[in-house]
């Protein structure tokens, strides 16, 4: 495996960073990893890494760079989380899928892809995997504990690919009545949007080295997701 930072440009002509994981053994797919409200970190680097390792060309594109470009914050630091929350609060995400989108056709491109790209995200990624599979660029999309979908339930009906919802039960951004309008708003489209709950465990379960992280429910939702990407974008695509 491969990494290094990459610049993608919008059609306008600004230009923002991006860090790019190349798989030593590649199965031709392509993952597009959505950052929390902590930017491109440590943590998100190592979610990159670790699709790479499983065969996927994967990239992880700053979505802060119109507020800040390179923002790189610790979660468990109380100042860090203060400026997360206003850059998510500043955050433009229409733009933010635009430049998602932008991501997604730089791996799509690349030698030796299949042009097939699934979108994960976490948190305020979360969200924006969600808004992805309602447009036309992607192929696959996953939010792990995505936040405030229920805010944008009319997305559902424009859901365009497979969508896997990892939602915790526990998750105090996502209460039972959000989880409640969630899972009803899901069934409605059963052939395209799956939606798993993970009983017992908070908001980041899935981050390693957080004092939310459970490891038997993180590796719950990986195997879940590695199995709906490999057959959207992957080997068995």
């Known amino acids: 495996m491969t990494s290094s930072t990459v610049t993608l440009k919008t059609n306008a002509g600004e230009t923002f960073g991006a860090y790019l994981a190349l798989p030593s053994h590649p199965n031709g797919g392509s993952v597009v990893v959505l950052q929390?409200?902590?930017g491109i970190n440590a943590n998100i680097r190592s979610v990159a890494d670790s699709f790479a390792q499983a065969g996927y060309?994967?990239?992880a594109p700053d979505l802060f760079w119109r507020q800040a470009a390179g923002v790189e914050l610790d979660p468990s630091d109380e100042a860090s989380r203060e400026r997360a929350t206003g850059l998510m609060k500043g955050l433009d995400q229409k733009l933010a899928v635009q430049d998602a989108l932008i991501a997604a056709d730089h791996v799509r491109f690349l030698p030796g892809a299949n042009g097939k790209v699934g979108a994960v995200g976490y948190c305020l990624g979360g969200k924006l995997a969600y808004l992805l599979a309602a447009t036309s660029g992607i192929d696959a999309a996953v939010s792990y504990y995505g936040v405030a979908i229920q805010g944008a339930l009319d997305k559902m009906g424009e859901v365009q690919c497979p969508l896997?919802?990892?939602?915790?039960q526990d998750d105090h951004l996502c209460p039972p009545d959000a989880q409640a309008a969630i899972a009803s708003a899901a069934e409605q489209y059963p052939l395209?949007?799956?939606?798993?709950?993970?009983?017992?465990?908070?908001?980041?379960?899935?981050?390693?080295?957080?004092p939310a992280f459970v490891a038997q429910s993180a590796e719950l939702a990986d195997v879940a997701t590695m199995a709906l990407l490999a057959n959207s974008v992957g080997d068995l695509a």
């Open 164 to 168: 896997l919802l990892h939602i915790a």
């Open 192 to 210: 395209l949007v799956s939606v798993k709950v993970y009983a017992g465990v908070g908001h980041a379960f899935a981050r390693h080295g957080s």
């Open 57 to 59: 060309a994967a990239i």
């Open 36 to 38: 929390e409200i902590f």
